[in-house]
């Protein structure tokens, strides 16, 4: 999130995120339904997963949910969820039942967050100053999740790391060890030198702490979704988003299993916060000519001006489009929306960010949305990268990091093989073998 530390600390503690809840108005009876084919179902044609950060909270708003996204966001904050209460305790039955809601439904499951700076953690984690102490509760923590509820074959995404790097764009450096919620208590486990093989500007930091690569590699030990790592500001050129290649470039350099990278999106519809659509595009192709699958993880489009009217409703359904135009033109592999109705929590109240309002009624939003995904299907022009047949490449360091190459360009699947293969292979009249396992 690119909002202060304070704000974000607002929303997880107002959230009611400690029982996987969040505070909601009263469900409106006689749900307005949407004119138009589903989201879902739209993309699930374009070959892509839409999904948004979910709440089990009443039959209305689930419906609404199962209706329109194949996918959803659950979050797991160590520090909020209650259920890393020591080093040996663990209660994963929020989480579960997430997880379990949208696999049966037909939703791939995305997990939001294993580890984070200190605003995540839990203050008796932040007192850790052993470095194996803090390995080993790195390793418990991930066979915990994972193990449980086959949680490792059920959920689609795993966001193994989230928010390293300071929060400005321009700075690009890592939390401090110490220092409060701005901190990164992880680090503590050491630092290494950096593998990039960038020079230059592009090599913003000459060391990366160790924790990162081991979160990676202990997680594919067990995982068999896609591992990824995420951040805020990075959506666009700046020091920041070098900073996030450079550990990117280093982690794959280093033999980490690295899937996919998450651009976290929350954007204004005016001032300095805008959707830089040019910066989006060029930081999207630096990552899919490496063979790492972009996800936009936390999408959210909200205005800070003030009352709400008719024309920055219009305005903001056009952004959405123009945002989901992107996604699909780029080969986006998911697109998440930060919650269902606005002001339904503390995070950017005011604002009107989403798709439908309190009433349950999709704004224009929803439609800017929709017209995106349908512009998409009926130009005939399917860009992403599941056209062709994918065959493994003969590169051992590219099959270590489970690459395929489509159309000589390489991408990252999960060893169960994208969905959104079998749906662009079929649709092309194509037989998708079974890939082995890496």
């Known amino acids: 999130m690119h909002r202060s530390a304070r704000n974000i600390r607002r929303f997880l503690l107002s959230s009611g995120v400690a029982c996987g809840l969040c505070v909601l108005a009263p469900a409106v009876s006689g749900q307005p339904l949407p004119t138009g084919p589903r989201l879902r179902d739209l993309a699930d044609e374009a070959g892509i997963s839409i999904g948004v950060r979910t709440f089990m909270i009443n039959n209305e708003y689930n419906t609404i949910v199962e209706r329109e996204f194949n996918a959803g966001t659950r979050t797991y904050y160590p520090r909020y969820d209650a259920a890393h209460v020591d080093a040996d305790s663990y209660n994963f039955t929020a989480f579960n039942n997430g997880v379990n809601w949208l696999s049966g439904r037909g939703m791939q499951p995305m997990e939001h967050l294993l580890f984070g700076n200190d605003l995540y953690e839990p203050d008796w984690v932040i007192d850790i100053t052993s470095a194996s102490a803090l390995d080993s509760l790195m390793r418990k923590r991930i066979a915990g999740i994972m193990q449980v509820n086959d949680n490792a074959s059920k959920v689609h995404v795993w966001n193994v790391v989230n928010e390293a790097l300071e929060w400005e764009s321009d700075n690009g450096e890592y939390f401090p060890v110490t220092g409060g919620s701005d901190a990164l208590v992880w680090a ?221 360009r390489l991408l990252p699947v999960s060893c169960r093989y994208d969905r959104r293969f079998r749906i662009a292979a079929s649709r092309s009249g194509l037989v998708v073998p079974a890939l082995p396992m890496p």
């Open 188 to 408: 503590k486990m050491g630092w290494e030198d950096d593998r990039s093989g960038l020079t230059g500007d592009a090599k913003v930091n000459d060391r990366h702490p160790v924790f990162i690569r081991k979160a990676f590699e202990y997680a594919s030990m067990y995982a068999e979704g896609k591992l990824e790592l995420r951040d805020n500001s990075i959506e666009f050129p700046c020091r920041k988003a070098r900073a996030f290649y450079q550990l990117v470039r280093h982690l794959q350099n280093s033999g980490a299993q690295i899937d996919a990278i998450g651009m976290q999106c929350h954007f204004d519809l005016e001032g300095p916060g805008m959707l830089d659509s040019a910066g989006l595009v060029s930081e999207i192709r630096k990552y899919r000519s490496i063979g790492v699958e972009v996800l936009l993880d936390e999408v959210d489009i909200g205005s800070k001006s003030g009352e709400w009217n008719t024309q920055l409703a219009e305005k903001q359904k056009q952004e959405y489009k123009r945002l989901m135009t992107i996604a699909l033109r780029e080969g986006v592999g998911q697109v998440h929306f930060w919650g269902l109705r606005d002001d339904d929590e503390w995070w950017r109240e005011g604002e009107s960010p989403l798709l439908f309002g309190q009433d349950n009624a999709p704004k224009p939003a929803y439609y800017g949305v929709q017209e995106a995904l349908q512009g998409y299907i009926e130009s005939g022009d399917i860009r992403h990268p599941v056209d062709l047949l994918a065959v493994r490449t003969g590169d051992p360091a590219d099959n270590a990091r489970r690459l395929y190459t489509i159309n000589g």
